[in-house]
């Protein structure tokens, strides 16, 4: 018998004295096993995967919570996985409260916590740049077939997600242009809505541009350890590596270039209407620790991931978030050198239109 079949007999043993006052304390509202009580339909809506996904390719990440003995009444990896992908897809311990099993809150938070915490830190072996040649050339052309953009290998974006204050005398900070809390993540997306790359460290108040020039992937960049440019928007200096549109085009080559580059472009908002939209957390924003939330930040980057390795990407129980679109154009220099770069590579490649 599994430790999730004894949790569920030992919840049904508590039932059966719930009312005479006595058994342990600790006991499940709904004492039903989930992957049998819901369609897998239901299961998906619910739990944002399906049950076989969840119990071959998530639920193998947590065996290190798996306790040896049952001292303690520890709860099995199955209920505190599933209460944390609850969570993720609600945002909301209100909207948990069926599923929690009458878990008290502060177990439900410690229970987020350690989850989100294991599946953070595997999220380098779902989230990375293809390292084979072959396969960044395969990037390349999956890109250009969007909108004839050449030597792409992904697009860049920055998204706030909001969090209560911190509080302390550094909350301000976190403050972003908005008037809300958040931590300004930056993603770079590939062109099967995959992340490549995902930073969440940086407090509301950052600027993209500042995010990206301190970043591991403008290092890689600029060492040419990745061969290809990136594209964003107008919030990022434009470079060598990193082409932005142009902010006044005045040219067919130059306007080409912005039609083509938008369209390529907008795959990472893409992206991120469906990572929010599977997971709400993301969206409506978290009550939580705001190293917690880095954790669950990092998780929901891995799950999206294994999501799109399963081919389970397009939205069919939820809809797509809507994303802001707000852009802080920065100033462009045209003697630059990443001004002149760009021009260069439109010379280069859109010379013909």
């Known amino acids: 018998m599994s430790d999730f079949e004894q949790y569920v007999e030992y919840v049904q043993y508590t039932k059966r004295f719930r009312n005479v006052g006595v058994g342990p304390r600790r006991y499940l509202r709904d004492y039903s096993d989930p992957f049998t009580k819901y369609s897998v ?3 998906h809506t619910r739990y944002r995967f399906t049950p076989d996904v969840v119990k071959s390719v998530i639920l193998p990440m947590l065996e290190s919570i798996r306790k040896p003995s049952k001292r303690g009444l ?3 990896p199955e209920i505190m996985l599933l209460i944390t992908l609850r969570y993720y897809a609600t945002g909301s311990f ?3 409260q069926k599923d929690v099993m009458n878990i008290c809150q502060q177990s439900v938070s410690r229970i987020i916590a350690q989850v989100s915490n294991l599946i953070a830190r595997k999220m380098k072996k779902y989230v990375k740049f293809p390292t084979k040649t072959e396969d960044l050339n395969l990037v390349k052309q999956k890109f250009y077939e969007i909108s004839h953009f050449p030597e792409v290998i992904g697009c860049i974006d920055c998204t706030h997600i909001k969090i209560r204050s911190p509080g302390g005398n550094t909350s301000e900070v976190y403050r972003n242009r908005k008037g809300f809390f958040s931590i300004n993540i930056q993603i770079v997306v590939g062109p099967n809505l995959e992340f490549f790359n995902l930073v969440a460290r940086w407090p509301g108040s950052t600027q993209d541009s500042f995010i990206y020039n301190n970043s591991s992937i403008k290092q890689r960049l600029d060492a040419n350890e990745l061969e290809g440019v990136i594209l964003g ?6 470079s060598s ?3 932005t549109p142009f902010v006044s085009p005045n040219s067919i080559p130059q306007e080409q270039y912005n039609k083509s580059h938008m369209e390529t472009c907008k795959t990472v908002e893409h992206c991120l209407g469906i ?8 969206q409506v924003g978290m009550c939580i620790k705001v190293e917690t939330v880095v954790a669950v930040i990092c998780a929901c980057a891995a799950l999206h991931n294994i999501a799109v390795s399963v081919g389970d990407i397009t939205p069919t129980n939820w809809e797509m978030a809507e994303i802001d679109d707000d852009v802080v154009t920065c100033n ?4 630059s050198e990443g001004f002149v770069a760009r021009q260069l590579f439109v010379d280069r490649y ?4």
Do not use: I
């Not at 859109?350 to 239109?353: A, L």
């Open 332 to 335: 462009e220099d045209p003697d």
């Open 74 to 76: 520890p709860f099995p």
């Open 275 to 282: 990572w929010k939209g599977r997971f709400p957390c993301l």
């Open 350 to 353: 859109f010379q013909n239109y």
């Open 94 to 96: 209100q909207k948990m």
């Open 241 to 243: 590596t990193l082409l």
């Open 233 to 238: 928007d107008s919030e990022f200096n434009t």
């Open 41 to 43: 339909e239901e299961f």
